[in-house]
């Protein structure tokens, strides 16, 4: 594997997880920096840096971020973007890994991509839940812009900076085991 390669890799991980907290933030980053020759994408994915897909996706981007201060919508958002991150998740991998045999792109665009935005996205979905509990849904769109904002820094840091941004991912991750161990026991 080339670094190339690897940095690629690391940039899938980190839209993928990015993903998790808005779906469609991350393709829109994803898509401008591939316009503006940023970053490289998989030659049948290089559509995404277009003008069509860059205007689709940055207006999917502001529905589903105003849509989440909107209450109720919220919850309901959750339960459809559980299943749309992870194919956002699988698409931003699929298409960031470059030099890669397409059955190693798939595997790992499924596993990594589409596994880590569904984990991402659980979270989420079970912080949104216990803020409706907690806070009659008052506390809902903290919990969103506290979202939104980790999507644009995860997508921000995956696009320039691979390499933090898997760390940052990581370090997400152990976070989360934390504190599910902490209130399983």
């Known amino acids: 594997m080339t670094t190339e390669t690897i940095l690629s890799l690391f940039l899938g991980i980190g839209l993928a997880a990015s993903a998790g907290f808005r779906v469609f933030l991350p393709l829109f980053a994803m898509s401008l920096a591939s316009h503006f020759n940023i970053i490289p994408l998989n030659e ?11 205007i689709t996706l940055g207006v999917a981007m502001i529905g589903e971020i105003f849509a989440y201060y909107i209450p ?12 749309l991150a992870a194919i956002a998740g699988t698409a931003a991998m699929a298409s960031t890994l470059i030099d890669l045999d397409p059955m190693l ?17 659980g979270m989420t979905s079970v912080t949104r839940l216990a803020s409706s509990v907690k806070t009659a ?7 969103s812009t506290a979202e939104t904002g980790t999507a644009i820094t995860l997508s921000s840091l995956s696009i320039f ?5 898997l760390i940052v991912v990581v370090i997400i991750f152990v976070i989360i085991f934390w504190l599910f161990r902490k209130f399983r026991n």
Do not use: E, K, R
């Not at 900076?161 to 941004?165: E, G, M, T, Y």
């Open 105 to 121: 792109t798939w595997g790992l665009a499924i596993i990594a991509g589409g596994g880590t935005a569904t984990a991402m996205q």
């Open 72 to 83: 109720f919508v919220d919850n309901l958002l959750d339960t459809i973007a559980a299943p």
């Open 137 to 143: 849904g008052l506390g809902n769109p903290v919990v």
């Open 44 to 54: 049948s994915w290089s559509w995404v840096g277009g003008f069509p897909a860059m």
């Open 161 to 165: 900076l691979p390499i933090v941004a």
